[in-house]
T-cell receptor, first 111, second 112 residues
Framework: SQQGEEDPQALSIQEGENATMNCSYK?????LQWYRQNSGRGLVHLIL?????REKHSGRLRVTLDTSKKSSSLLITASRAADTASYFC???????????FGQGTELSVKP | DAEITQSPRHKITETGRQVTLACHQT?????MFWYRQDLGHGLRLIHY???????NKGEVSDGYSVSRSNTEDLPLTLESAASSQTSVYFC???????????FGDGTRLSIL
């Protein structure tokens, strides 16, 4: 069963714009992680936010976590064509590091 | 640099055949995972292992098996391949709780 649900399923923006992707989940979590997947490749870890954290930054990425609403968002600022990829949220269900993935948001950044 | 490699990258086989997908990691991670990725379903967990001789069933384990005889390898076996198992398979490893997972580049498996 899917824990995370992402919104939107697809997003198309121009280079330089910001991209925001949202993730909602159903049960309590230990942490929430965001991954990127380029076409034909494996997933690459972007950022991990623990349940007691509210915001985290990494370069042009900003992740927020609201455990009361069971939701998270990923913001990519000043997007580039190279950011074109699918983005997945994944929740750690407090059982040893096993993750449950959402279905992903497909981001297209047009030059 | 440490890495995780999957082989083969592409495979075509027939229904009823036994198929084994290899996964090898040099991170020295205890935790290893197998997922399948299908359109409309995202990534779904097939099997996972928290160490040598430890294996556990995931969400979609029917028709699949794994064994863990050393830290580096977690081969995934399809005992009798079915067309419904046509998918892209990903292996991942992690150091443990609150740690990211490192993924291989996947095996695209087609069962005719």
């Amino acid at each position: 069963s899917q824990q995370g649900e992402e919104d939107p399923q697809a997003l198309s923006i121009q280079e330089g714009e910001n991209a925001t992707m949202n993730c909602s989940y159903k049960t309590s979590i230990n942490n929430l992680q965001w991954y990127r997947q380029n076409s034909g490749r494996g997933l690459v870890h972007l950022i991990l936010i623990r349940s007691n954290e509210r915001e985290k930054h990494s370069g042009r990425l900003r992740v927020t976590l609201d455990t009361s609403k069971k939701s998270s968002s990923l913001l990519i600022t000043a997007s580039r064509a190279a950011d074109t990829a699918s983005y997945f949220c994944a929740t750690d269900d407090n059982q040893g590091g096993k993750l449950i993935f959402g279905q992903g948001t497909e981001l297209s950044v047009k030059p | 640099d440490a890495e995780i490699t999957q082989s083969p990258r592409h495979k075509i086989t027939e229904t009823g055949r036994q198929v084994t997908l290899a996964c090898h990691q040099t991170w020295n991670h205890n935790n290893m995972f197998w997922y399948r990725q299908d359109l409309g379903h995202g990534l779904r967990l097939i099997h996972y292992s928290y160490g040598v001789q430890d294996t556990n069933k995931g969400e979609v384990s029917d028709g699949y098996s794994v064994s863990r005889s050393n830290t580096e390898d977690l081969p995934l076996t399809l005992e009798s391949a079915a067309s419904s198992q046509t998918s892209v398979y990903f292996c991942a490893s992690s150091a443990g709780v609150n740690q990211p997972q490192h993924f291989g580049d996947g095996t695209r498996l087609s069962i005719l």
